[in-house]
């Protein structure tokens, strides 16, 4: 088949554009993150490492912040706590998110539509917007906020989830296992899974760049992760006082958070345009 | 059309609905006593100003009752009064919803300006130099964390060069944080526009507008565009509500006074019947936006009104 040939020739020469490029980035971060203790120069809790608010030097690569701490051992060791709140809430949150898009999908005709009305009002409301709300009434701190994270992109994997297993459900091997008298759960746990795992790998990917955002702007606004702990969003909360006269403090945590965030768009686009070739990103 | 006009003011209804409730719910998850976790900040409070608080917040009857009761008052336009300052809430984010709309329109109008060319072009050069550069500055666009823009557009636009105020009310002062708002989801735009359109170039009658030797800027502007814009309307509804979600940190940042920077006063102080409040402001806002996107497009779209 020529049209099969010419796609996957098509995906070979587009695979090292943009997975490669976000994946290696993504792995650098996750390798400085496991150093970080070893790697930092300084304690990234120690005030008065240096000066107070002096520029980037040799001896101190970011600079440092108004109590004096090395800036560039608080963006790495940063980098445990953004990743680490990633990890646990997409985990969670794909497990949870995806288990109740399955049942709406498989659950009968009345649990799909009550189910997939809530998935829709939560789905509208974006989903930093969720977990800001939920940590307000939870209070703050990095638990409290994971969790918050987690309920926040449940909706998000539900919805995705569902789609893709009604589009599924369409198919006529489900009609044909359906007549063959397998049951539901096993219908999904042997024959819907496999088929629909690829497409929730490159979701779970997206969905972590929006966890790291949220968790970002949940410490930015005071209701995340608490300060002395270098959370990225911390750290910028506590430049915004010294934007003239530091503004090494919000530049490079910022651009922590977005090289962060991009290598896992890079990975999530560059993996929903190999795996669904219906749906290629916009 | 009116048929579809009912249905949809029924979900929407059905839909804020389900919100209320969620919100009355809400005050639940917060651990151990609310009353006492709203108290934190202040000084001793006496048990009984506590014990009126709670009977005022309906939170010494059974749960479902809690729930039931605030349903029943918010359909009755009572949102409850602020912890402190016992003002109406509703009033309060009455006063600040013009602010709010204002800043998600001009944010939108940024969006949109940006992010219609940028899409239209990347269609029509798809695949080459052009379409790359756009979906490489798309990504980077949604990578950026919009609280980072803004610090960095004060502190280029308004610190450094001194063009613009950093904070307040005003025009002038409309402009960072639509541009702010405007910038992180135009890439979203450029996107749909992107798709929106390479799915009309690609129907039979534009081969036949080519086929016919029409001349290609016509065959864009006239027979594709106008489709495509079309498309673009639906997802207007879901970006509105994301440029509204985004500008409760947008609207701190740049000290905007509108309902997300009094949502994020609140929840700091733990101003639990405020947040309820804006919860089904929003949720409201949101609703009555998307219905009549959803109205809309099914005028302008024929095909949909049918189905």
């Known amino acids: 088949m020529i049209h099969s040939s010419a796609q996957s020739k098509k995906i070979r020469r587009q695979l090292p554009a943009t997975i490669a490029i976000g994946a290696g980035i993504a792995s650098?971060?996750?390798?400085?993150?496991?150093?970080?203790?070893?790697?930092?120069?300084?304690?990234?809790?120690?005030?008065?490492?240096?000066?107070?608010?002096?520029?980037?030097?040799?001896?101190?690569?970011?600079?440092?912040?108004?109590?004096?701490?090395?800036?560039?051992?608080?963006?790495?060791?940063?980098?445990?706590?953004?990743?680490?709140?990633?990890?646990?809430?997409?985990?969670?949150?794909?497990?949870?998110?995806?288990?109740?898009?399955?049942?709406?999908?498989?659950?009968?005709?009345?649990?799909?539509?009550?189910?997939?009305?809530?998935?829709?009002?939560?789905?509208?409301?974006?989903?930093?917007?969720?977990?800001?709300?939920?940590?307000?009434?939870?209070?703050?701190?990095?638990?409290?906020?994971?969790?918050?994270?987690t309920i926040s992109l449940i909706p998000f994997y539900a919805r995705v989830t569902y789609g893709l297993a009604v589009r599924e459900r369409a198919k006529p091997y489900v009609e044909a296992a359906r007549l063959a008298g397998i049951r539901s759960a096993r219908l999904v746990r042997v024959h819907i899974m496999p088929n629909i795992g690829h497409s929730l790998i490159s979701m779970a990917t997206l969905g972590f760049s929006s966890a790291i955002l949220s968790a970002a702007g949940l410490s930015f606004l005071g209701l995340g992760v608490q300060p002395p702990s270098p959370e990225w969003g911390a750290i910028l909360a506590s430049g915004r006082n010294y934007i003239t006269k530091a503004p090494w403090i919000l530049i490079f945590p910022g651009l922590a958070i977005f090289v962060t965030v991009l290598s896992f768009n890079l990975i999530g686009d560059g993996l929903r345009d190999l795996f669904d070739h219906r749906r290629k990103t916009p | 059309m009116l048929h579809l006009v009912f249905r949809k003011t029924v979900l929407a209804l059905v839909t804020v609905f389900v919100v209320i409730v969620l919100s009355g719910t809400l005050i639940h998850l917060v651990p151990g006593d609310p009353i006492t976790a709203m108290m934190a900040h202040s000084m001793t409070v006496p048990p009984e100003a506590m014990a009126s608080m709670r009977s005022r917040l309906g939170l010494d009857l059974p749960v479902w009752q809690q729930v039931g009761l605030y349903a029943w008052r918010v359909l009755h336009g009572d949102l409850g009064t602020t912890i402190r300052g016992n003002e109406p809430v509703l009033n309060l984010l009455m006063q600040r919803l013009p602010n709010t709309l204002l800043l998600a329109v001009s944010g939108l109008a940024v969006a949109l300006l940006i992010g219609i060319p940028s899409g239209f072009l990347a269609a029509v050069y798809r695949g080459r130099a052009t379409d790359n550069v756009i979906a490489v500055v798309a990504v980077f666009g949604v990578s950026v964390p919009a609280f980072w823009t803004g610090l960095i557009m004060i502190q280029i636009f308004a610190l450094k060069l001194g063009w613009l105020p950093v904070a307040g009310s005003g025009w002038r002062n409309l402009i960072l944080p639509s541009l702010t708002l405007g910038l992180t989801y135009c890439a979203l735009v450029a996107r749909m526009t992107r798709s929106a359109l390479l799915e009309v170039l690609g129907e039979d009658y534009i081969r036949t507008a080519r086929a016919r030797g029409l001349r290609e800027h016509q065959i864009l502007f006239v027979h594709a565009l106008r489709p495509a814009l079309i498309s673009i309307v639906t997802v207007i509804g879901l970006l509105f509500a994301y440029l509204l979600g985004g500008q409760v940190i947008v609207e701190s940042v740049f000290s905007w006074n509108g309902i997300g920077r009094l949502a994020v006063q609140a929840m700091l102080a733990r101003d639990y019947p405020m947040i309820q409040g804006f919860i089904v402001v929003f949720a409201t806002s949101v609703v009555v936006v998307s219905s009549s996107v959803d109205v809309l497009y099914s005028y302008l779209d024929p095909r949909i009104r049918t189905r």
Do not use: C, Q, W
């Open chain 1, 28 to 149: 650098f971060l996750v390798v400085a993150a496991i150093l970080a203790p070893f790697v930092a120069p300084y304690d990234a809790l120690k005030m008065a490492a240096g000066p107070r608010l002096s520029a980037p030097s040799g001896n101190h690569l970011f600079g440092t912040d108004d109590f004096g701490r090395d800036l560039f051992s608080r963006v790495l060791i940063g980098a445990r706590l953004s990743l680490g709140i990633g990890i646990v809430a997409v985990i969670s949150g794909l497990v949870a998110g995806g288990l109740l898009g399955l049942f709406a999908a498989f659950g009968g005709r009345h649990v799909e539509a009550v189910l997939l009305r809530l998935i829709d009002v939560l789905y509208s409301f974006p989903d930093t917007l969720v977990a800001l709300i939920l940590v307000a009434f939870l209070g703050p701190g990095i638990e409290n906020a994971t969790v918050a994270i």
